[in-house]
């Protein structure tokens, strides 16, 4: 078990230019999630995959925002036409399938910096 | 609709005190309730998670934290503290059984003295 990784760690980008994220999942864990966190405080929930079905979308998402999940693994999270109020944190977490334990394991997050 | 309150968004305790972060929720159904640690630049690890039975949940590094449904409350506690546990703690809820939406407290930096 090898976690949850994202890529890049830290990403600097000007105003208007577009970034992609991704993410890696715990192999077996089919739910998928992407959080936001901004400088003091908690993780807001941006959208939830289950395989490669996306369940759920905060309406935090813009239509500036997509993820996918294509094959029901790794997940990409762009945002296009980068704003300075995108600065923030960009983190995944994974679950196993209903019945199972419930806790979501974090990966090490995206840092984002818009200049 | 669910929601996370956290008292004290900075908490001092001296090294071998006791820690006690306090979390109260709100939520229209029965809740799961998570604890997280948040070290500088890193991502969230649970450090304990109440689903159902024991209302009393022990977890990892010492800590605990009772479910106390009358209160609607989830406080955190560990009876010593040590220099590492010097980080930030979020409390978080969602709804119990299937598709778990996890909603999370703004959290609270503890800072340790020695």
């Known amino acids: 078990d090898t976690g949850v990784s994202q890529d890049p760690r830290h990403k600097i980008t000007k105003r208007g230019q577009n970034v992609t994220f991704r993410c890696d999942p715990i192999?077996?864990?089919?739910?998928l999630y992407w959080y936001r966190q901004t400088l003091g405080q908690g993780p807001e929930f941006l959208t939830y995959f289950q395989n490669e079905a996306q369940l759920e979308k905060s309406r935090l998402l813009s239509d500036r925002f997509s993820a996918e999940r294509p094959k029901g693994s790794f997940s990409t999270l762009e945002i296009q036409r980068t704003e300075q109020g995108d600065s923030a944190m960009y983190l995944c977490?994974?679950?196993?399938?209903?019945?199972?334990?419930?806790?979501?394991?974090f990966g090490p997050g995206t840092r984002l910096t818009v200049t | 609709a669910q929601s996370v309150t956290q008292l004290g968004s900075h908490v001092s305790v001296s090294e071998g005190a006791l820690v006690l972060l306090r979390c109260n929720y709100s939520?229209?159904?029965?809740?799961?309730l998570f604890w997280y640690v948040q070290y500088p630049n890193q991502g969230l690890q649970l450090l304990l998670k109440y689903t159902t039975g024991a209302t009393l949940v022990k977890g990892i590094n010492g800590f605990e934290a009772e479910f106390k449904k009358s209160e609607t409350s989830f406080h955190l506690t560990k009876p010593s503290a040590h220099m590492s546990d010097a980080a930030e703690y979020f409390c978080a809820v969602s709804p119990s059984g299937g598709y778990q939406k996890v909603t999370f407290g703004t959290g609270t930096k503890l800072q340790v003295i020695p």
């Open positions: 192999s077996e864990h089919n739910r």
């Open positions: 977490a994974s679950s196993p399938g209903e019945g199972t334990s419930y806790e979501q394991y």
């Open positions: 939520s229209s159904v029965p809740p799961y």
